[in-house]
């Protein structure tokens, strides 16, 4: 019996002392489904694991699917036809993008659709005229290069793209990664002299000529930032020259954050909207849900930016990110049987229209902070799918747009080159010229000005945010990157707390906690 006894007092003092060491697992709540919140729980359960410490996170997404602002709708209505509605296209060097391709075992997009069309791959229309057509032979680079009407300009700003990109780069290796404060390391890493600056003014510094940077380089900005160069920064108008590598992954980029939300093994709640996020005494948080329901967390992660969230955060926390103001961004996709109309880009009639039409401003033309005369950022052929509704049924190709206001019935007819009606222009008409169109406004992005400080990234005690990143570089990339940023820093402060406690077992046991006190006496 005394040995039994013995042997039950040593299995509560060890479990006592486990108790300590090991408290209940860290319960995270991540806001948001998109690049910034996938790629936070994917990294969290990874560095969680690697340190043994349990977590068990929920993802709240208010979206009925994952990925946010990277999503895809389907032509006709039909899953085998998705396409893209928002992010669509990342490059070689956005490293999660790639790693999480090939670790999750997904395909890139074919890019076989430009020699299947057999027209020229991209065209800078100022309104006008075309200044630059290139066709796909040769590269972007290769192309530019040649062109002596440039002069040195393409050579330089591929230099200083590289080295602003090689800068940046260092932001996913110790000893600069994991970083606390966005603003430090923008410093630190020299990057200031980019942001702080408009794209105007920093190719100017660096001698880029003016004709280049208006034809090319601010046709860039227009397609991916609705920005002219004098309202964009130069790392944002550097990102946009950074086009090596492009790609997209087959059937929609969302897969990659719905495998790693997958792999992170998170409980997903989908369309879920928490609406207030409450601090307790103890530094826990509790979460209220829109259905009324509420529940507890020892971390709090804001992946989306908090000014689209609805949410109350009560009390303030110690940093509230600023409201900014984001661009108004229409993208309209459609289906139609008919290419371009050369005749509405002031081209011989029968001649081809490209397949990807970027936008900038005639030299005669002051950039505002407005899309300007053309009208429009871009309008491109995405895909060509065979619409067998339609009678007969007709091979059609998938156009993208993107505009500052809604598509009329007058821009789609001037575009194509025949008749298209109210109705057809809002719902598509599955025999007409427009046989399917889908209208999306998005917050699509910051209107990325100059700036040299950004958002905390600790918004207080267990409170984190990813999307002040959003004002530095805004992509998929970039949202992942402050995920996966926010994850580490959690789990170090995990690290750090456990090491504080371990320390005070240690001590208890020295100086004879309760447990050991029970233990002695026993035996
Ligand atoms: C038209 C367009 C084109 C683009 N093109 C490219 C491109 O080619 N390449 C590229 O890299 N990037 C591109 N981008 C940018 C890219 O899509 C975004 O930078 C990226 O997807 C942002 O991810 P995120 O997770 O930070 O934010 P989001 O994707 O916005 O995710 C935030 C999520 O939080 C959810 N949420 C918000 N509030 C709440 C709440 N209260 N409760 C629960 N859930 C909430 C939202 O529903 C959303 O799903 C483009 C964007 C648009 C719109
Ligand atoms: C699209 O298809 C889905 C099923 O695949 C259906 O539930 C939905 O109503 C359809 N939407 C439209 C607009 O036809
Ligand atoms: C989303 O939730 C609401 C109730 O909160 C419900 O009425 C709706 O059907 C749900 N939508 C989907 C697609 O599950
Ligand atoms: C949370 O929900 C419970 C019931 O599920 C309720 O009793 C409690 O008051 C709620 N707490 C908050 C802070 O809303
Ligand atoms: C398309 O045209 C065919 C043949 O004229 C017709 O039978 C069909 O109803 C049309 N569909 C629509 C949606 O108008």
């Not at 208010?62 to 006709?76: A, D, E, K, L, S």
């Not at 380089?217 to 944002?236: D, K, M």
């Not at 108004?328 to 459609?334: A, E, G």
């Amino acid at each position: 019996m005394v040995r039994m006894s013995r042997v039950a007092s040593l299995l509560s003092f060890t479990a006592a002392v486990s108790t300590l060491q090991t408290p209940h697992a860290k319960r995270v709540a991540i806001i948001g489904a998109g690049a910034g919140g996938s790629s936070t729980a994917y990294h969290l359960a990874l560095y969680a694991n690697e340190a043994s410490i349990p977590a068990d996170i929920t993802v709240f997404e208010r979206n009925t699917y994952i990925g946010g602002r990277t999503t895809t709708v389907n032509v006709w209505n039909q899953s085998e036809f998705p396409v893209e509605l928002g992010g669509s296209i990342f490059v070689e060097v956005n490293h999660i993008m790639m790693d999480a391709m090939k670790r999750f075992g997904l395909s890139p997009a074919s890019q076989d659709l430009i020699s299947q069309l057999a027209m020229p791959e991209l065209g800078i229309w100022n309104g006008q005229e075309f200044v630059l057509i290139t066709t796909q032979e040769e590269s972007w680079w290769d192309k530019a290069k040649l062109l002596w009407k440039y002069g040195p300009a393409p050579l330089l700003t591929n230099r200083l793209m590289k080295s602003v990109v090689g800068k940046f780069l260092t932001m996913y290796d110790e000893p600069v990664f994991p970083w606390k404060s966005l603003s430090d390391v923008v410093e630190r890493l020299g990057l200031l002299e980019a942001t702080g600056v408009t794209g105007e003014q920093y190719l100017k510094a660096n001698g880029i000529g003016e004709t280049f940077a208006r034809e090319i380089i601010q046709a860039s900005t227009r397609v991916n930032y609705a920005s002219n160069l004098g309202y964009i920064h130069g790392l944002e108008a550097m990102v946009c020259m950074a086009t090596n590598g492009a790609m997209a992954i087959k059937g929609g980029n969302w897969q990659i954050f719905a495998s790693m939300l997958d792999a992170s093994s998170a409980e997903l709640r989908l369309n879920t909207t928490v609406s207030r996020v409450s601090k307790q005494k103890d530094s826990t948080y509790i979460l209220g849900i829109a259905d009324g329901s509420n529940a507890t967390f020892d971390e709090v992660i804001l992946a989306a930016p908090l000014q689209y969230t609805d949410l109350v955060i009560d009390p303030a926390p110690k940093h509230t990110p600023d409201e900014i103001p984001y661009a108004r961004l229409y993208t309209t996709l459609f289906a139609s049987p008919y290419q371009l109309d050369p005749l509405a880009f002031n081209l011989a009639p029968g001649s081809a229209v490209p397949q990807y039409v970027l936008t900038t401003l005639p030299p005669t033309e002051t950039p505002e902070d407005n899309v300007g005369s053309p009208g429009f950022y871009s309008i491109s052929i995405h895909d060509q799918y065979l619409n067998l509704d339609s009678h007969p049924p007709r091979l059609e190709f998938v156009y993208k747009i993107f505009s500052p206001m809604r598509v009329t019935p007058e821009f789609f007819a001037s575009v194509l080159g025949h008749k298209v009606s109210e109705d057809e222009a809002n719902y598509g008409d599955i025999n007409g010229t427009v046989s399917w169109v889908h209208h999306k406004i998005w917050h699509s992005y910051p209107r990325e000005y100059p700036r040299v400080t950004f958002e905390e990234i600790k918004l207080d005690e267990g409170l984190w945010y990813t999307s002040g990143i959003e004002s530095f570089i805004s992509t998929m990339e970039t949202s992942a990157l402050s995920g996966k940023n926010v994850a580490r820093l959690v789990r170090d402060e995990w690290m750090v707390k456990r090491k504080e406690e371990e320390g005070k077992v240690r001590l208890g046991n020295l100086f004879g906690g309760p447990a050991s006190q029970e233990l002695l006496e026993e035996l």
